[in-house]
Structure formats: structure tokens, C-alpha cells
């Protein structure tokens, strides 16, 4: 079975703090991305990476960074955590060409991550 | 630019019967996918149905079947034979280069 696992379900922290989300695939997938989901604002794309240490911006990437040196590890960084990065956090890979998105997508549980 | 819109953010539907999920799209784009994808309360999102643009044929899978009318730019998603378990948000979404969400629709199934 494929897997993608994300390090933590539930995280709380504090303004200012610096957070660490971490993602693993065992399916050897070239592509990892990192999605927020808010209610009434459906997925949004932070970040992805087609390779290892590659990294292109989505649509939201303002204030986090990610990082991956291996090619199983996709790793989301909050620098700064503020409040308004309260939100879920979705890890996805797939296996498809870079610029041939064909949709599937293979996704990790979460992390619910607050910020007080 | 590539958009997807659900215009219902929730729906109910009673065990056994069937409901319709809509979806429309707007892409410049003349290949792409279209998609719908579940997500159970607390659980991992899984691809439901899929369906290449340039395929006339509407998508099957077992229950889960799509309306792709491409003149209309809609997309929607039919459950039949609803069951327990189909109880989810679900995600339209396309893809081109990239792939975008639509803002979901929350089922609920009702014994």
C-alpha cells in the first residue's frame, strides 16, 4: 500500500515559534507538495518540489519555506508561526512528470496545526 | 487561468439513494484532467473519479460516476446507492500544469 506519512496530527504552538512539519512517501514519487486547507477556501498550494533540494512556489507561499534532501522527505517551515497559520496542513506526492499533472495524487492524514 | 467552482457547500442525502455533487470549470487549456477527490472526517484524501478532458465517455467507478459536459464547462458527481461511508467532503478539482481545488462540498448520509 502506498503510503504518505506526516509527523504530527495535532500541533500547538505560539506566536513566533518556529514549527517543522514533517512528510514521508515510500513510493519512490518524484513530485511532494505542501496544501493548507481552510474551510470555505479548499486546498491551496504552498510549495512543491519535482526533485531532491528543487523547490518551486504555489500559490500561498508567503511565510513558510520547505525543504527536502531526500527524496522521501518533504519538509514545511513555519520561520515565524503567526496566527493566521492556524489552518490544516495537507502533504501530497505523485508519481507523474513535473508539467503533465494528471491529478493523482497520493495524500498524508494532516497536520492540524494552531497557532495562539 | 484555470478555476473550479462548487457552488454547494453542503448536501445530504438519505442511504440508498442517490445525489448529485456539482462542479464547473473554467480552463484556457485544451488537455487537463478534471477529478474528484474524498475526504472522511479524519482521514487521508483519496482520488475518487477522474476523467481526461479529451475522453467523451463519462467516467465510472462502480458507484461513483461523473456528467462531464465540456460545452458547459461542468463537471458533477453522482453517488448512487449512497452508503454510510460515503459521508465526506469532496473536492473537485483540474489539472493542467498544475492542479487546483475547488472549495469543496460537505456530504452528509443520512440513515
Known amino acids: 500500500d502506498v503510503k504518505v506519512t506526516q509527523s504530527s496530527r495535532y500541533l500547538v504552538k505560539r506566536t513566533g515559534e518556529k514549527v517543522f512539519l514533517e512528510c514521508v512517501q515510500d513510493?519512490?514519487?518524484?513530485?511532494m507538495f505542501w496544501y493548507r486547507q481552510d474551510p470555505g477556501l479548499g486546498l491551496r498550494l504552498i510549495y512543491f518540489?519535482?526533485?531532491?533540494?528543487?523547490?518551486e512556489k504555489g500559490d500561498i507561499p508567503e511565510g513558510y519555506s520547505v525543504s527536502r534532501e531526500k527524496k522521501e522527505r518533504f519538509s514545511l517551515i513555519l520561520e515565524s508561526a503567526s496566527t493566521n497559520q492556524t489552518s490544516m496542513y495537507l502533504c501530497?506526492?505523485?508519481?507523474?512528470?513535473?508539467?503533465?499533472?494528471?491529478?493523482?495524487?497520493?495524500f498524508g492524514e494532516g497536520s492540524r496545526l494552531t497557532v495562539l | 487561468a484555470q478555476t473550479v467552482t462548487q457552488s454547494q457547500p453542503e448536501m445530504s442525502v438519505q442511504e440508498a439513494e442517490t445525489v448529485t455533487l456539482s462542479c464547473t470549470y473554467d480552463t484556457s487549456e485544451s488537455d487537463y484532467y478534471l477529478f474528484w477527490y474524498k475526504q472522511p472526517p479524519s482521514r487521508q484524501m483519496i482520488l475518487v473519479i477522474r476523467q481526461e478532458a479529451y475522453k467523451q465517455q463519462n467516467a465510472t467507478e462502480n458507484r461513483f460516476s461523473v456528467n462531464f459536459q465540456k460545452a458547459a464547462k461542468s463537471f458533477s458527481l453522482k453517488i448512487s446507492d449512497s452508503q454510510l461511508g460515503d459521508a465526506a467532503m469532496y473536492f473537485c478539482g483540474g489539472a493542467t500544469n498544475k492542479l487546483i481545488f475547488g472549495t469543496g462540498t460537505l456530504l452528509a448520509v443520512q440513515p
Open positions: 518540489s519535482y526533485d531532491v533540494k528543487m523547490k
Open positions: 513510493m519512490d514519487h518524484e513530485n
Open positions: 501530497a506526492s505523485s508519481l507523474v512528470e513535473r508539467f503533465a499533472n494528471t491529478g493523482e495524487l497520493f
